[in-house]
Nanobody, 129 residues
Framework: QVKLVESGGDSVQAGGSLRLSCAQS????????TGWFRQLPGKEREGVAA????????YYTDSVKGRFTVSQDNAKNLVYLQMNSLKPEDTGMYYC??????????????????????WGQGTQVTVSS
């Protein structure tokens, strides 16, 4: 059974940092794409970062480039999202998602939520000004 569990969310002040973790279990795939998404109440889920297991290729949405870093430890089945210089607009529920075929990370736009097959329950990030 595929399972994704996020952790690391917290309340911080603007300028602070957080590291989110996504623990993945229930599968062993050489090629997978893991995405990080965030969502505010009443708004659509927004992709912020993605990482391809083969070659560690990474992708970022423009609003987080230079501030967020996605990484992975394939031996431990963990994917991380290091978030620095946090802003109030980074507030939201953060989800990790997986495409176990890896196709999403080879597409021109790896941030379409419906392309991901598996999702975690989310972890809340709140950034105050």
């Amino acid at each position: 059974q595929v399972k994704l569990v996020e952790s690391g969310g917290d309340s911080v002040q603007a300028g602070g940092s957080l590291r989110l973790s996504c623990a993945q279990s229930g599968f062993t795939y050489t090629y997978k794409c893991t995405g990080w998404f965030r969502q505010l109440p009443g708004k659509e889920r927004e992709g912020v970062a993605a990482i391809y297991s083969a070659g560690n290729t990474t992708y970022y949405t423009d609003s987080v480039k230079g501030r967020f870093t996605v990484s992975q430890d394939n031996a431990k089945n963990l994917v991380y999202l290091q978030m620095n210089s946090l802003k109030p607009e980074d507030t939201g529920m953060y989800y990790c998602a997986a495409d176990l075929a890896g196709y999403v990370c080879t597409s021109p736009f790896p941030f379409s939520a419906h392309d991901y097959n598996y999702w975690g329950q989310g972890t809340q990030v709140t950034v105050s000004s």
